[in-house]
């Protein structure tokens, strides 16, 4: 029977795992290090800000696992050799597999400050890292401050995170708003203004010189460029994330940043593959970035390989780009492609409406030459995933995405509707063009 050996417990392996069952009788092995079992990564905060238990963000039963002949291993894989299709744990034991599939996510990234080995600098990645802010922060009688160093999605969960335990919270952003490097300046304005309404201390245009030590080996606080010093008892890395793949060196394995694969998501060595955070495309797809870090591209990678390894070759094709988020009480969500001010395309132009709130917003890109909608993000309106997809695939044109924007919301019930309000706005500005 054949052996299928799954490196990483994420959502790209168990997802992986699940559908080979599905389709063959395959003996299948996940190998993790992390946790015994498979739980939902972006739940971690709500465990932390007592929404959730450990046990509530487990999507499925302890007894799942060995009703369908999954097999789960707890170990750290330490070296992989592939000519002889074993895999060398760090306790010493080895593993034969016959098709070897790497799905070993994110590590947090960082810059290489002084004083990054100080007890209380962490990131926020795995289940670990959790168990180590509860450590180092689990009340503001321990922790009376922390500095969270960049922005981004996970720099502004781990903010609301410390908020919610009284624990004053700065954040240093290097950019003159919130993730400007991805959003249009009037929306990372807008999360800028929102952010420093929840009582978040948000720093613009400030970066890390070093992370102080308290003599005995734990943070005491960081200085900043500008040589400002600010105590605290947690610094906070949301720098971004890297493919966890240190332990493929001297394997053969090809890697750059991640785990080189091809569309078929096919490494350079027969019979093992790479999924998830960790893979990056040779080739990147469309506008795409080579290795993304979402849930739902690790999710679908996890499905299309299956449909290879049970012997129906499959190209992965992720579709049209989207992703959502929560930056605290504001969702957020993003279809297409809606560059940001500093790294607008070639005739790409946005149509923005603000809310006199200052909470909810949208702005649609579009081809200034011709009128065809790129892309749209919007922030406090929820919109239907699967209408916009369509209207990317059908190339509609601006006029018709704002006449039509109606037909894909899905606020609840009782929410009030914008769109009228929206519509006014972009009349008034085609009069003024």
């Known amino acids: ?58 999507p499925y039963e302890d007894w799942f696992w060995e ?24 306790h010493g034991e080895t593993f034969k597999y016959d098709k070897l599939v790497i799905a070993t996510g ?43 160093i960049g922005g981004g999605l996970i720099g502004v969960e781990l903010a609301e995170m410390l908020h919610t335990r009284k624990i004053g919270v700065t954040m240093l952003v290097r950019e003159h708003a919130f993730w400007s490097g991805v959003l249009p300046n009037g929306e990372a304005e807008m999360i800028s203004r929102h952010i420093l309404s929840h009582g978040i201390d948000l720093r613009h245009n400030t970066e890390l010189d070093e992370i102080l030590d ?37 394997s053969g394995i090809e890697t750059e940043r991640g785990v080189l694969v091809n569309r078929m998501l096919e490494t350079n060595v027969t019979d093992v593959y790479a999924i998830g ?24 990678m996890g499905e299309t390989l299956a449909q290879t390894i049970c012997g129906k070759p499959f190209e992965y094709k992720p579709g049209h780009w989207f992703n959502s988020a929560k930056f605290f009480d504001i969702e957020y969500q993003t279809y297409g492609w809606v560059s940001s001010t500093k790294t607008l395309r070639e005739n790409e ?11 909810k917003c949208i702005t649609i890109a579009y081809n200034a030459e011709t009128g065809d909608f790129l892309g749209i993000n919007t922030f406090g309106i929820r919109m239907r995933h699967e209408v916009i997809d369509h209207w990317l695939t059908e190339k509609r044109d601006l006029d018709f995405v704002v006449k039509n924007l109606p037909k894909a919301n899905f606020d609840p019930e ?7 309000e929206i519509y006014k706005s972009y009349k008034g500005q085609l009069q003024t063009v």
């Not at 600010?230 to 720098?239: H, K, N, R, S």
């Not at 955070?277 to 679908?300: F, H, N, S």
């Not at 132009?349 to 909470?359: I, P, R, S, V, Y």
């Open 106 to 148: 994110s590590t947090t990234a960082s810059l290489g400050w002084p004083g990054l080995d100080l007890k209380g600098v962490q990131g926020l990645v795995t289940k670990q890292d959790l168990e180590e802010l509860e450590k180092n922060a689990p009340n503001n009688d321990v922790c009376k401050h922390a500095v969270i």
């Open 214 to 250: 308290d003599g005995t080996g734990k943070v005491a606080g960081i200085r900043t460029k500008s040589g400002e010093k600010i105590e605290c008892q947690l610094v906070g890395i949301a720098t971004g994330v890297k493919p966890n793949i240190a332990f493929l060196k001297d």
């Open 1 to 58: 029977m054949e052996h299928i050996v799954i490196i990483g417990n994420g959502i790209s392996g168990v997802t992986l795992a699940r559908h080979i069952r599905k389709n063959s009788d395959k003996r299948i092995t996940i190998i993790s290090a992390e946790s015994d079992h498979f739980f939902s990564r972006t739940a971690l905060m709500y465990v932390y800000m007592g929404h959730m238990r450990w046990e509530d963000i487990k």
């Open 349 to 359: 132009a946005h149509f923005h409406w603000k809310h006199k709130d200052d909470t």
């Open 67 to 90: 009703k369908n002949r999954i097999e789960l291993k707890n170990a750290y894989v330490q070296k992989v050799h592939t000519a002889a299709k074993t895999l060398y744990f760090a």
């Open 277 to 300: 955070d960790c893979a990056q495309q040779r080739e990147p797809i469309g506008l795409r970035k080579p290795v993304e870090a979402v849930w739902y591209t690790g999710r679908m």
């Open 414 to 420: 009782f929410f009030k509707d914008h769109f009228k």
